[in-house]
């Protein structure tokens, strides 16, 4: 079975920094793509980062200057940095591999809370 387990949320101030974690398991990790996802309460799911099984990562809009994405393959974990947190980042954060291989699917962890408040 495939797990995808997010850590490293909570509450931090304006200003701040966190760095999430998604540490896979059951899954050949670095033949895939892997993203970052959130999901404010009310709002549409949208991407925040990406990066390819080749290292070439895409940011939204919003957090390019700010967040970081990278993988370390050996192992099986790709995180999140996240600096100048700003109260519009707070979300639910979701980590997910899309397998590109036959049969195509998507996975998703469970999620990890950010909050940026003062």
């Known amino acids: 079975q495939v797990q995808l387990v997010e850590s490293g949320g909570g509450l931090v101030q304006p200003g701040g920094s966190l760095r999430l974690s998604c540490a896979a398991s059951?899954?050949?990790?670095?033949?895939?793509?892997i993203a970052w996802y959130r999901q404010a309460p009310g709002k549409e799911r949208e991407l925040v980062a990406a990066?390819?099984?080749?290292?070439?990562?895409n940011y939204g809009d919003s957090v390019v200057g700010r967040f970081t994405i990278s993988r370390n393959n050996a192992k099986n974990t790709v995180y999140l940095q996240m600096n100048s947190l700003k109260p519009e980042d707070t979300a639910v954060y979701y980590c997910n591999i899309k397998v590109m291989v036959l049969p195509v699917r998507d996975y998703w962890g469970q999620g990890t809370q950010v909050t940026v408040s003062s």
């Open positions: 990066i390819t099984s080749g290292g070439r990562t």
């Open positions: 059951g899954i050949f990790f670095s033949a895939h793509d």
